[in-house]
């Protein structure tokens, strides 16, 4: 779609307007945001628009039009989806050897998981090895009790965040503020990052990295906006 608008503004609503009109979802819904902070990134999002619009380009606004669109009218099935994670929780599954991978997940894990427990009286089972363990009952309805306070805006960033790292564990820890968006990804790339030492990277698996963390930085952008007021 070729760029229409002149002039990028909000109303007093955090509704993004265009020309002075109502930016609209792709369900057609109002582009309203919850924080002043949020609305502001995603205004910029549009003001950075060049001659066409090209949505890959617009992540923060893609984010917000599914919470608007797609899980606000029904969050339960995305609570659910982001949840399910704690049942193979990233931080649970340690390998054997080498003594030096071992040490650098236990580092980056260990406190996670301490957190978690304190955080939400829960316990987490750990395994050496990519065999499945099963986690208490307790545990996983706890934590999705924890994910299902999230707003649709928050769960719209959890989920890419979760889907990024593979811990729920760490997403939560990042939503409270307990890890910074850095640290949570250097966690979360312990074990890929060993195998690129050892063996070296490919141009597929760099690109598909990198794609990843955009994404994952586009979620804790607009996390961090929306926890600012």
Sequence with gaps: MKRFWNEVSLDEGGGVLLDGRTARTPGRA???LPTAALAEVIAEEWRGVAETLDPRLMPLTGLANAAIDRIAPDPAP?????????????TCYRAETPAELVARQKAA???LLDWARRRYDVHFETTAGVMHVDQPEATLARISDAVATYDPFALAALQTIVGATGTIVGTLALAEGVIDPDALWRAAQIDEDWQIEKWGDDELATRAREAKRADFDAATRFLAALTRR
């Design 78 to 90: 995305f609570v659910k989806d982001i949840a399910r994670y704690a049942e193979s929780d990233l």
């Design 30 to 32: 109002r582009l309203a």
């Design 109 to 111: 894990w260990n406190p």
